[in-house]
């Protein structure tokens, strides 16, 4: 089932003619949408009844390519989430455990507590968001 006249929003277009936007699909609400002249499949919505209708009604931003400042930015939240997952998923399920940090030895605390300092002051590094990451302790490898 096509959708015909699909209701749009935020759309802005793509180097390439296409637009980004959101339709507001009948089962799953706003949904993120890339409307591209080349999609042969339309089973969902009218690519190119949906495109001659935003670039009709001219409610559109042109396309602009992130600057470099807005890049490094990027760049900086990747490596902070990529920094949090691990702190969250490797290091602080031990380092918080009470029983699993007690069944370390003093050289392995040692190990991780300064790994887990490294990772925290990764954003101080002068490259930053170019980074180079701390080498995980092996005790970290076998959890």
């Known amino acids: 089932m096509t959708i015909k006249n699909i209701e749009y929003k935020n759309a802005q277009q793509l180097e390439n003619g296409g637009f980004d936007c959101e339709v507001n699909h009948p089962e799953f609400s706003w949904i993120p949408y890339t409307v591209n002249l080349e999609d042969i499949d339309n089973s969902v919505v009218d690519s190119i009844e949906l495109h001659q209708r935003i670039t009709e009604e001219a ?31 490797v290091v602080d399920p031990i380092s918080t455990n009470i029983l699993r940090w007690n069944d370390l030895t003093e050289t392995e605390k040692v190990e991780i ?26 005790v970290l490898d076998n959890e």
């Not at 042109?62 to 900086?76: G, R, S």
């Open 59 to 89: 409610s559109f931003e042109a396309y602009t390519p992130p600057t470099a400042e807005e890049l490094l930015e990027l760049k900086a939240e990747e490596v902070r989430s990529t920094r949090n997952k691990i702190l969250h998923n």
């Open 113 to 138: 507590a300064t790994y887990r300092t490294e990772l925290l002051d990764i954003t101080e590094q002068a490259s930053f968001p170019e980074v180079t990451w701390p080498t995980q302790p092996e």
